[in-house]
């Protein structure tokens, strides 16, 4: 198999990459190589970080690059620096092996193994480079089936959290004029994505539903903002018909029963927050929505408006 005068490790130009004793060049392979199987490492456990962190599509992407082109650079370095560069000619003969052919395949097969003086570096930042992507590939699984943490149901409303306005300022009953509408947060988490709420006080009373004789002290009454259409923010309120009003496709909810939907394609009131007034005057809830806010999902109990 090898070429008559030619050491089984010469390259064809006659250059010697593979000497008997580890070379620099072994050495500085070793170095690279061991590099390249590292920042795979990282790029996985950085991948695995964001994931868990919520997600960031771009970064994800970055992570994941350096994680599979670790292990890419570090096989190809594996390769360029320890594997025998032998120019081979096979000549057709009958198939099967001698075993002078055997042992010398096994020769050559061998050649590279007295330069790795590091192989058990080698061996172990390659095994954690895989190890950290089959971890980092195992998250998605937490993608499958039911959302984590809260669920679609519940938002950050509980007894006795504070209504605050976007910039965090607690609401008092008097900072919402007869007629007037706020949008207000829990406290704590203003900007939720599913906690925007409009705080009014129609200037006649509601007609509560059974059950919610006491949710609007003072007059107040707190509705989901998010449209039960699709989900956009319902933003327009017709104060002297006491109607609020999707943009986006037009649906109509009535704020005096209930934010009953009475005209466009929501099938389902905009669920409403029971209300309390603390003993500092502000306005806090008593629980969560009556009802998941936003469009319906998959599993929405039917009648939980
Ligand atoms: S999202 Fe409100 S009407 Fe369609």
Redesign the pocket.
Known sequence: MTAPDQRPHETEDGSDPVGDEPSALARRGELLTAAAFLSSVVGALGLSVVYWRGGQPQLEGLFLAVALGGIGIGLVMWARYFLPKVAAVEERHELGSTEEEVAEFRETFEQGEHLLTRRRLLVRSATAALVALGAAFVFPLRSLGPRPGRGFRNTPFRDGVRLVTDDGQPVRVGDVASDGVLTVFPEGHVGSADAPTLLLRPDVAVRPRAGREDWTPDGLVAYSKL??????P?GLYQSEQHLLL??????TFDVLDGARPVF???ARSLPQLPLDIDDDGFVIARGDFSGPPG?GFWDRDRGSD
């Open positions: 449209c039960t259409h699709v989900g956009c319902v999707c943009p986006c496709h037009q649906s466009g394609p929501a469009p």
